[in-house]
Structures are given as C-alpha cells and as structure tokens.
C-alpha cells in the first residue's frame, strides 16, 4: 500500500481512490499499467505501475504552487475549504487560469478529476484528527 | 532669414537626420563578435544580457552619479502589452535604440531617447500549449548579433528578427515542447557566429540541453545534454541509477558567459528531477535517481564552435534541493596577474574558480543556509549534507526559491566590490516517493510538497539584502538590509551608483562605496526584471524592467501581505530614467 506522506488524509485519499478510479492508466506514468484486482488494490510498491494517487499528483506537480498538499496558501491559493463548487474545480483544473495555473486540458480522466476534488475535500489542518 | 534659407535650412536638418538615423542603423548592423568583445570600450551601448561578455551589469558612464542622482526623472516609459507575470526581461541597447522582449515573446524596438517606437514583433505561438505550461508566459531576455536579434520562444523555437525592421528573419525548432511541455524563457549569447540557448527543464522529466544555432541560417550545429552529456560513451551516464537519466531534468535556464581570450562559453545548469529525492542518505545507490548525477547542478565550460564539453565542476554533486547552478552569473575578473569567474549558487555559496574551472575559493553569501553545513572552500566538496528521506523536514534553509535567486549582481571595477541580493528564508517540506509524469505532455516532477516560512532559524523574519562585498573573499564592506527580498537584478556604474530594484516597487540608488540611499522613485508596482544604463543622443539614462507577478514573487502574497496581495501580476512597463 504505497501510502506516503501525509498520513491519515493520504490513506483516506487513496482509499477513496481505490473505489473510484475505474481508469488507473491515468497521467502519474507513461506505461501501461496492470489492472487493480480488487478495492483494496490501489498501487504497486514502487515506480512505474503505480495508481493514481493524488497525493503524490500534488508532490509531483500541483504543490509547486498549492502548499501543504493544499492545505496552506503558497503560490497558488489555500484548497482546502474552498467555496469553489466541484464543478468549478473541475472547470479550473481542465482550463487553468492565465498567469496563474496550467491547464490540464484531457490530461485527467472524468474519475481523476473526481478522484481530485475527493482529495482537496478531505483535506484537514495537518495533526488534526483525520 | 529667407524662404530660401529657411527651406535650404530645413533641408540640412532633415538630411542630417536621415544621415544619422542611416548611420545609426547602418552601425546597428555590426554588433558582431568584435564589437562584442570590445563591449566595454564603449558604454553607450549595453549588448547582451549581462553586460558584456565579462558579466559585470555595470555601466561605464558617468553622467548620472552620486552627486547629482537626486535629480534623476522619469524620462519616458513604455507599456508593454499582455504582460502576464510581469516584465522580467533586460532590454538591450545598441547605437541609441533601445530592443527589449515581454511575455508571449514580443520585442519591441524604441528610440532611446525618446521612446518613440521603432518596430514591434509578436512570436506567433502555440496558444493552447502555452496555457499548459508554469513557468511561462515571461521572456528573460534576448541576444544581439550581427544584424539580428535573436529570441528563444515558450513553444520551443529560436528566432532571427531583422534588427532594423523586425521582421522575422528564421526560426528554428528545437525542443519539442508540446511533449516536454517546456521551451525557452532566458535569453540566448551570442559567441562568433553561433547563438547558444538553454531549454528549461530543472523540474521537467527530460534531458535538459543546451544548443548552438548558426546565427546566420538558424541551422542546428550542436546540442549539449545536460543530463548525462551528449556522447554515448559519457562517463557522466554512469551517474543516473537505472533510467532516471531519461527523466533527470537539467536544463540552462539562463544565459551564460564567455571568455573570448580562450574561446570558452561557460554556462550553469538546473537541478535533476524529482527535486527532492526519497533516497535521502543513500541517494549514491537508492532513490530516484542514484548518483551524483552529472551535469545537472553544474557549471559546464564548452566550446562554442562544437558544443564540447572542455571543463566542468559539479557544484552540488546529486542535488537534492533545487539549488541549481543556472542562477548565477559569470563574473570574470583578474587580480595579481590571475584570471577568475565568480558564480554565485541558488544555495546560497559563492564559487571562485579560475577559468578552467577549478576551484579557487567558496564563500557564503547568506546566513541562514542549512542543507550542507559547509562547503570546503579549497575543494568544493559538501560538508555534512542534509539528505532528506521520505518524510517530514523542518525549515529547510534557503528555501526553494534560493539564497540566491536568478536576479543578477553587479561588480564594479571602480571600488571593486561585488553587490548582489541574497534572500533569508526556510521552508518545512514533506518528500513524497513519485512518479515522473510523462503522458499525454510532461509534467513538474518535484518530489515533495512544501510551505515557506514566515520565520527563519536565527530568529529573524524572511527577508533580504543587498550586499557589497570583496568578489573573491566575500568580505563584506556594507549591507542594506530589505523587509522583503528584491527580486531584480542590480547595477552599478561608474557614477559610484548601484540601482536597487526593490519588490514593493521602489527604484533605489545606493552609494556604491557605502550603501547610503541617494535617491528613490516609486514605480508603482514590483521589479523582477534587468536594469541597464546606455546613452543616447549624448545623454545617459537608466532603464528597468517594472511588473510583478514571478514565480518567486508569488510567495509575496502570503510571506508579507500588502503590498502585494493587491499588486497586479498582469501588468509591465519599461520606465527610463533620466537627468
């Protein structure tokens, strides 16, 4: 269970994740991957193959700007408790916001970017109770 | 005075105009690698992005000194269209007119005395790629050759513009930025013939290369992988575990420099990707990217003709917190008869070489540094090295926009001192073990999410300051201290002037023996861009680059508050100063 990080809030996502992403070849590798056999079944243990996870999505690349995974406000505003709709979240990830974000256009699948808005839903202050 | 004479009169002053103006244009023609050698014999102009190739960013005029700056206005200023995240690009200047790039990779030509337009270009670009990408859509800066302008794009090309009438001269394909998602933001140099460019990439999953194009057809001469090196047998290879060398990152982000006596061009390189590795303690076998990683965190000495490598020293061997070597400048100075390159690093050091890069001497520029305990300033070599393992970390210093950041310093050969911004700040970071992502188009791959720290370990707030120091020692003669670290290159002149570009937007003179503001104009928002001095029409004036809204300066927002949690960061105008 390849649950790095930020602890009960990263279990929590990939747990969600594991329910939902029917797709898991999404944009966290280039290869394909092996099909999840069951729920639990979120992620190989290292490297290519891995599911999509969006705690490492935010490590990788959406915490240049979104800090703390989303918790704090950096570059880029605070995500978590946002008053944004999860249709507005979606809108934004695919659209970007000039000067501001990327677009991410088709790089999501429609359950990644759930998978996504599940995340920044479930964000809490990090050490508190998850 | 009659018809005759009036008209005879106006005639001589229209041809004379037209004379000057041909001869202008006509001299304009031959910024060629002589002329460009000779640079600072003629300080009316300012022809590459450092200066000349000796990158001082200091001015050889005097005109405008310390005994009268406080008499320096606003002598006209240009609003640049579409400027999103500012103006962070260094205007050039040759034969009174004024060249200069802003975002989505326009230039713009001006009379520099009066501002008055000359021409205007716009890059035709890759809408839709351009709005996928982070690091965009600003330009740093552009090259002077004969003849031409040259400009590298955000979707991966470099241009030829005709330096009298802007059109566009050829254009070259050389990253194939819809994959990689990167292109060019820095500006190109121009050495003898060849126009040598860097692809960003320090965050990127690929190889980071650095290119010679022949400036007069656009035609590719070479390319230089800063990841593992171009040729095949590259012992450098053997410094990527695995396959991580596909995905290393790298880059040169910024423009080099070059030292004619030896035909040498010396450019520093980006980070390897992830940034921040999972290895931690055991990254020589284990993480990411096992090894030291060469040539990522670099400063590389290549020929220009070929793009062989001919020296190199790694500065930070496996680099595990973003603190690459494509910041710093490379100042070339001589003393008692020896010749030195002084390059700062974004950790916050400064390495003294001497020029086949050896090094002479490391000393550190900021205080609040704590991902190595030292470097060793005869070898270079990391002493106690923070290697962070997956997990949590606490104030990590400097933070990951650097010590130093790539606003350029200034050397004066007038009181020998080297001023230069240093910034003071930390950040705590989680390291997260991921996954390059590569598909459909390149993603950042850091390695770790982080917060900035209001606060730093020596109990001080996050801050900056300016610094004037001895360049090769690093003794410090004086220090200005700032709320807030400006983000805008310096310079200084021969008018014993270094001009402060600040963040809140304050252009600032300092005493250049001293540090004791002179003078002080608001320019109404932040500068994150270049700052020169030129002479036109036998008048000396500065120039800066004004508009905020750089990577860096996002932070502002929650680091300090207002100003800048109101400052626009879609606006830009070039302001000129003059007496």
């Known amino acids: 269970m390849p649950v790095q990080g930020a602890g009960g809030a990263a279990l929590a996502c990939a747990l969600a994740l594991a329910a939902a992403a029917a797709d898991l070849n999404g944009p966290m590798s280039s290869r394909p991957r092996p099909a999840a056999s069951g729920a639990g079944m979120v992620a190989a243990p290292d490297g290519a193959g891995e599911a999509f996870d969006v705690n490492k999505l935010f490590a990788g690349t959406c915490g240049w700007c979104h800090s703390s995974g989303g918790r704090k406000a950096g570059r880029g505003p605070q995500l978590m408790d946002t008053r944004l709709t999860d249709a507005e979240i979606i809108a934004r990830i695919k659209a970007g916001k000039t000067g501001a974000m990327p677009s991410f256009g088709s790089a999501f699948s429609d359950d990644q970017l759930q998978a996504i808005v599940r995340y920044i839903r479930g964000l809490k202050p990090e050490g508190a109770p998850q | ?579």
């Open chain 2, 1 to 579: 005075m009659s018809k005759m004479k009036m008209r005879m009169s106006r005639f001589a002053a229209l041809a004379l105009v037209a004379s000057a103006t041909l001869a202008s244009a006509a001299r304009a023609a031959d910024v060629d690698h002589r002329r460009l050698v000779d640079a600072d014999k003629n300080p009316a102009d300012w022809l590459t992005y450092h200066g000349t190739y000796r990158s001082w960013h200091y001015s050889g005029l005097d005109q405008i000194n310390a005994g009268n700056v406080n008499r320096l206005k606003v002598a006209w200023l240009h609003a640049t269209p579409k400027s999103t995240r500012g103006l962070q690009s260094f205007p050039l200047v040759a034969d009174g007119i004024l060249y200069y790039s802003g975002s989505y990779n326009q230039v713009f030509a001006l009379d520099g005395a009066s501002g008055d337009l000359v021409w205007a270009y716009k890059q035709k670009l890759d809408d839709d790629l351009v709005s996928k990408q982070t690091h965009s859509p600003y330009n740093r800066g552009i090259a002077l050759g004969p003849g031409s302008i040259f400009m590298g794009t955000l979707d991966g090309k470099l241009v030829a513009l005709d330096q009298r009438t802007g059109k566009l001269k050829w254009e070259t394909p050389l990253v194939d930025s819809k994959k990689l998602t990167v292109g060019f933001t820095g500006a190109p140099l121009f050495v003898n013939g060849k126009v040598i460019i860097g692809a960003q990439g320090g965050e990127w999953p690929y190889r980071g290369p650095i290119f010679g194009v022949d400036a007069a057809t656009g035609k590719l001469a070479w390319t230089f992988f800063t990841v593992g090196g171009t040729d095949e047998n590259d012992p450098a290879r053997k410094t990527w575990g695995g396959d991580s060398m596909k995905t290393g990152g790298g880059g040169g982000w910024m423009a080099g420099g070059y030292d004619p006596k030896t035909n040498t061009v010396y450019w520093g390189t980006a980070n390897p990707a992830p940034l921040y590795d999972w290895g931690g303690a055991e990254w020589k076998t284990k993480g990411a990217r096992p090894g030291d990683n060469l040539y990522t965190t670099s400063v590389i000495a290549l020929d220009p003709d070929t793009g062989k490598l001919k020296s190199y020293h790694q500065e930070l061997p496996h680099d595990a917190w973003d603190f690459d070597s494509a910041v710093g400048e490379f100042v070339m100075l001589e003393r008692g008869g020896k010749e030195y390159i002084v390059h700062p690093n974004k950790g916050g050091f400064v390495f003294v070489y001497d020029r086949n890069l050896k090094v002479q001497n490391v000393w550190r520029g900021v205080k609040n540094i704590n991902f190595v305990k030292d470097i060793d300033p005869k070898t270079g070599e990391l002493v106690g090295r923070r290697d962070m393992a997956e997990g949590k970390h606490e104030a990590l210093c400097p933070y990951i926009a650097g010590g130093y950041s790539w606003n350029a310093g200034s050397y004066n050969p007038g009181t020998g001192l080297y001023y230069k911004v240093g910034n003071e700040w930390c950040m705590d970071l989680e390291v997260v073990k991921t996954t390059p992502v590569l598909e459909p188009m390149a993603q950042l791959n850091i390695g770790s999410n982080f917060t900035v720290l209001k606060t730093t370990p020596d109990g001080g707030k996050a801050r900056g300051h300016v610094t004037a120091r001895d360049p090769l020692t690093g003794a410090l003669k004086w220090q200005v201290d700032f709320a807030e670290p400006p983000l805008a290159s310096l310079l200084s002149t021969k008018g014993n002037l270094v001009f402060v570009p600040d963040a809140r937007g304050y252009l600032r003179a300092l005493d250049a023996r001293t540090g004791k503001e002179l003078w002080r104009h608001n320019n109404g928002q932040g500068h994150n861009g270049g700052i020169i001095s030129y002479m036109a029409k036998g008048r000396q004036y500065v120039a800066v680059a004004t508009g905020w809204g750089g990577l860096a300066g996002d932070d502002y927002k929650v680091l300090y508050g207002e100003p800048f949690a109101s400052m626009p960061t879609d606006q830009g105008a070039l302001v000129v100063f003059g007496l």
